[in-house]
């Protein structure tokens, strides 16, 4: 074996490294940390697609110990994409946030604490893409959870403290509902491996069961309509960097695990009527969220409602993978690209809206007006991640709606395709009214006048990566039919 072969691994034990360190390392030097590993990881991200792209999926077997006795790491098309969303992300949060967390009392935020859980939930989320074992996946859950609650709540105050609160209890009745979906198809078939389970499918009322606790329990995890409960409070409560993350990253690792056990686990007319109830639940969150972000007066929750809304696009992708017709690749890559699209948005959405509130010292919607004049980057980089949320060209939203549309109608369910297009225009609404209170004559800044350039051009950064990255399909595309092809990947000792 090479040492590219080893990737898989290193994606996991490189944040792992880092976070240790930062327990053993001087606070001052932490920051310095953080950032070379974050940028060593995006290194190694790059790698892996491109390890990928050129020679086709690979599993990894840790410690020479395979399936089904041992743990795969499967590196594929859609594994490294999301690992490489994690990496882009990241960087870019990594980097804001040591100006973020650098400027206030570093007690209120853990002593430093938050570098060690921030490569932690990093550390999770890695091997939450890459792991087969679907065991391994409650795993992998659990710290992403607790990792993710307590970054929430390291802020302190009140409203911290009870966001945290909610979204501990969500984490842990999904995770342990999920285990609960894991004992049951374990006892049905005898097997963990996601790849071993999609050959030899099972059928019975333990196995079927299984499988509903499993996607319940994601479901519960993504915040999907109606059990969305915990998310608008935490990311509204939580920093900003922390924000960014949980919309772009945590929330799409569960929808992940979904998206596996819908391509590879379950087979073709195996739990009738699931596609299409997640498809449901989907439009509801679409109409739902974007209803309530149109509603809101402060601009974090506001973004926060808006995931909600973005994240049901995802989930009314599911019942159009399973329609009749083999338009599945068409469905899978729509989903994908707006899984990105939307994790580059969102992100910089939340980076720039953490800097309104750090500017102006609120997030109040209505008194901010004249942002535009005096914050014209940050205005400009939430303008910009909203023409991702309405999908308007050359974005990846854009892209990823267009094909879902016309999947919806070519297969003859064109109510998918009403409910995208309500969702589009009520995008627009409430982005159009954020951008009106900013072009607005107002008092404008009141704030310090001097701020590290990076949390500025950051969040703009990512939202125009996300505006252009209808210019990446084709990659993406590849990427997901690599994929697909998940049976034919080469094994590696």
């Known amino acids: 074996m090479t040492l590219v ?63 089904p006795l041992g743990i795969d790491l499967v590196a594929d098309g859609i594994s490294a994409l999301f690992v490489l969303l994690a990496a882009v992300v990241g960087l870019a949060a990594t980097a804001y946030a040591t100006s973020y967390f650098g400027t206030g009392d570093e007690d209120a935020y853990g002593r430093g604490l938050v570098w060690a859980l921030w490569l932690f939930l990093w550390t999770a989320l890695n091997a939450l893409f890459l792991t087969g074992d679907v065991f391994n996946v409650y795993v992998c859950l659990e710290l992403v959870g607790i990792s993710a609650v307590a970054l929430v709540t390291l802020g302190g105050g009140a ?20 285990l609960l979906g894991v004992a049951l198809l374990y006892s049905a078939t005898g097997h963990l491996d996601m790849a071993t389970l999609g050959s030899a499918p099972t059928q019975g009322i333990a196995a079927s069961t299984g499988l509903v606790l499993m996607v319940s329990a994601l479901v519960l995890k993504t915040a999907l309509v109606p059990v969305h409960f915990w998310l608008p409070t935490a990311h509204a409560a939580a920093p900003s960097p922390v924000s960014a993350v949980l919309s772009a990253l945590v929330v799409k690792g569960s929808y992940y695990v979904i998206l596996r056990l819908v391509l590879d686990v379950t087979y073709p007319g195996q739990l009738p009527g699931l596609d299409v109830t997640l498809g449901a639940l989907g ?45 599945v690749g068409v469905a899978v890559t729509a989903a994908a690209a707006h899984a990105v699209s939307h994790g580059l948005a969102k992100a910089g959405f939340f980076l720039s809206a953490g800097s309104l509130q750090h500017r102006f010292g609120h997030d109040r919607i209505s008194e901010m007006a004249g942002a535009a004049r005096t914050t014209p980057v ?4 939430c303008a910009v991640a909203g023409v991702t949320m309405m999908g308007l060209p050359p974005s990846g939203g854009f892209v990823a709606k267009w094909l879902l549309i016309l999947t919806s109608i070519n297969v003859g369910q064109w109510w998918w395709a009403a409910v995208m297009i309500a969702g589009g225009l009520l995008s627009a609404a409430y982005t159009f009214r954020l951008v ?20 500025e051009w950051l969040p703009l950064l990512l939202a125009s990566a996300a505006a252009l990255l209808a210019f990446a399909i ?8 690599i994929g697909m092809n998940l049976g034919r990947a080469e094994v590696l000792p």
């Open 5 to 67: 072969d080893h990737l898989p691994a290193a994606l996991i034990m490189t944040p792992l490294a880092g976070a240790a360190l930062t327990f053993v390392t001087r606070r001052r030097w932490d920051p310095a940390l953080v950032m070379v590993t974050a940028v060593v990881i995006t290194g190694l991200a790059l790698a892996l697609s491109v390890r990928v792209l050129a020679e086709g999926a690979f599993r990894y077997r840790l410690g020479g110990w395979g399936a």
């Open 436 to 455: 009106a209170v900013f072009v607005a004559e107002g008092a404008g800044d009141p704030g310090d006048a001097h701020h590290p350039a990076r949390t």
């Open 159 to 178: 409203d911290a403290l009870r966001a945290g609160a909610r979204y501990l209890f969500a984490s842990m009745l999904g995770a342990m509902t999920y």
């Open 283 to 327: 439009a509801a969150s679409i109409v739902w969220g974007s209803v309530q972000a149109l509603l809101q007066t402060r601009v974090k929750l506001l973004v926060a409602y808006s995931t909600v809304a973005q994240i049901g696009y995802l989930f009314v992708a599911i019942p159009l993978m399973r329609a009749d017709g083999g338009i």
């Open 378 to 381: 940050l205005a400009m980089a």
């Open 474 to 481: 084709p990659q993406i595309d590849t990427l997901v039919r």
